[in-house]
């Protein structure tokens, strides 16, 4: 089997590579550092040793960019499988897995099909974005001596059912630590301004990579839709990221921009689909991607557009939940960002941010 390397920085190269094949490792860095890229390298490598990898995320729309990345990598054998960590575990647990209230799988259950002698062979892990599955998951896995490697980063937690680095390691037992630094994906500008909203204790080191500065805009009735066919235009070979706060956002401007630009042919995505449709995307087309803040984890697009920063104006603008999610929103732009609101004032988060980090009009 022949690996493919992306194009990665020789850090991130150099970091993968002294990851030992055997035992669990932890591997953790800030948004850009290229984690979901080594959790699909690393995925491939794990493959040599002649025993399947799964590649696993939380989020469905991230499964399916990485079955994406894992495709143009290899292997031709298809050795990998790329699943979301829900599907993973009813795939392992062989019948459908009771759940409960919190949307997950009755963890009792499962803990009881692991003690099993008759359970399945120890799997090989990689998971990407790990500090959205609980930390009841990672204990499943020690029960299974599974071989698991977690990349993660506990200042993007956006689940309610989360664990945080040290709950990763406690669990999983015996696991190694390693740190990413760098930002491959973000521009100095866009960087600064996200770091407004980290949580976190050390801010990480802005990229040498210069681009406009983020833009808030005062949005009129259609000024959204305005924005966002001037990009699509001017930018016919970009990748434009709208992420929206609501559902009823996403359909709305999916169909204004459908009735005004069908050209265009923007796409949706709603982890609420039951069928297809909003549910399958081909995240390597140019154009506008709708997606909901929820589904945004992970994921990189050239221009970023936050259109409706207004519901959060009564959300108290030092609550970490809140600051956490425009942390990961900002930083899924590659080279630019807009942000944009209704009403008379400007929402309390964004209003305290200076101008040289977020330019207004």
């Not at 259950?109 to 930390?135: I, K």
């Not at 996200?194 to 259609?222: I, K, S, W």
């Not at 991607?289 to 221009?303: Q, Y």
């Not at 009403?343 to 040289?356: I, T």
Request: charged share 20%; proline share 6%.
């Amino acid at each position: 089997m022949t690996i493919t390397y992306l194009d990665l920085a020789p850090d991130q190269r150099a970091g993968l590579d002294g990851l030992p094949f055997d035992g669990n490792h932890l591997v953790s860095g800030p948004p850009g550092s290229g984690k979901s890229v080594l959790a699909a390298q690393r995925a491939i490598m794990l493959a040599l040793t002649g025993t399947p990898a799964v590649l696993l995320t939380y989020s469905n729309l991230l499964r399916q960019s990485l079955a994406g990345t894992v495709h143009a990598l290899g292997p031709a054998d298809r050795s990998i499988r790329v699943m979301t960590a829900h599907g993973w575990l009813a795939d392992w647990y062989g019948a459908k897995p009771p759940r409960t209230g919190n949307g997950w799988y009755d963890w009792d259950a499962l803990f009881n099909r692991a003690a099993d002698p008759a359970s399945t062979t120890a799997p090989t892990l990689v998971v990407d974005e790990g500090q959205d599955l609980p930390p009841e998951f990672y204990l499943l896995c020690r029960m299974l001596e599974a071989r698991t490697t977690v990349f993660a980063d506990e200042c993007q937690r956006l689940t309610d059912t989360n664990s945080t680095l040290g709950e990763i390691a406690r669990n999983l037992g015996r696991c190694t630590q390693q740190g990413l630094d760098g930002n491959h994906r973000n521009t100095e500008q866009i960087a600064s301004f996200a770091a407004h909203f980290h949580t976190g204790a050390n801010v990480p080191v802005l990229p040498g990579r210069q681009g406009p500065a983020p833009r808030l805009h005062r949005f009129h009735e259609r000024g959204v839709v305005d924005l966002l066919i001037l990009l699509a235009e001017q930018q016919p070979r970009k990748t434009i990221g709208v992420i929206a706060g609501s559902k009823h956002t996403q359909f709305s401007l999916l169909t204004s921009i459908q009735n005004r630009a069908s050209r265009l042919k923007p796409q949706l995505y709603t982890s609420e689909s039951k069928g297809r449709l909003y549910r399958n995307l081909d995240l390597g087309r140019p154009g506008i991607v709708i997606v909901h803040r929820a589904s945004a984890k992970g994921l990189g697009f050239d221009t970023v557009v936050i259109p409706d920063a207004h519901r959060d104006a009564a959300t108290d603008p030092t609550s970490a939940t809140l600051r956490m999610s425009y942390y990961v929103m900002a930083t899924r732009a590659r080279q630019e960002l807009h942000l944009g609101y209704e009403g008379e004032s400007e929402p309390p988060l964004l209003a305290h941010v200076n101008r040289g980090d977020l330019q207004r009009g």
